[in-house]
Nanobody
Framework: VQLQASGGGLVQAGGSLRLSCAAS????????MGWFRQAPGKEREFVAA????????YYADSVKGRFTISRDNAKNTMYLQMNGLKPEDTAIYYC?????????????????WGQGTLVTVSS
């Protein structure tokens, strides 16, 4: 599966953005999906994950209550609604897919990655 992330941009602290991850292929609904991010000078970190059906989601503590992950299997697309953005949310956001179907915070769990979209939050 090929992944294309979009929706990044510049936003003021407290603002909102919605990221999208469009997937190619007819088996999107079989994949668990996740969002990761990498800030300058830091390692890639887990943000959120969703299982194949969308009924199970999992969030990093740093974004819980502010970010919402969702998916539309009919559109082969995953989303990340980001509200209450903070300057520390500034990073390149990557979407990822795993053929294993369930959720995980481990990057090694995912075998397909998108190219990333930059989110910049100004203070």
């Amino acid at each position: 599966v090929q992944l294309q992330a979009s929706g990044g941009g510049l936003v003021q602290a407290g603002g909102s953005l919605r990221l999208s991850c469009a997937a190619s292929g007819r088996t999107f609904s079989r994949y668990a999906m996740g969002w990761f991010r990498q800030a300058p000078g830091k390692e890639r970190e887990f943000v959120a994950a969703i299982n194949w059906s969308g009924r199970s989601t999992y969030y990093a503590d740093s974004v819980k209550g502010r970010f919402t992950i969702s998916r539309d299997n009919a559109k082969n697309t995953m989303y990340l609604q980001m509200n209450g953005l903070k300057p520390e949310d500034t990073a390149i956001y990557y979407c990822a897919a795993s053929s294993l179907g369930s959720t995980s915070e481990r990057a090694s769990f995912y075998n397909y990655w998108g190219q990333g979209t930059l989110v910049t939050v100004s203070s």
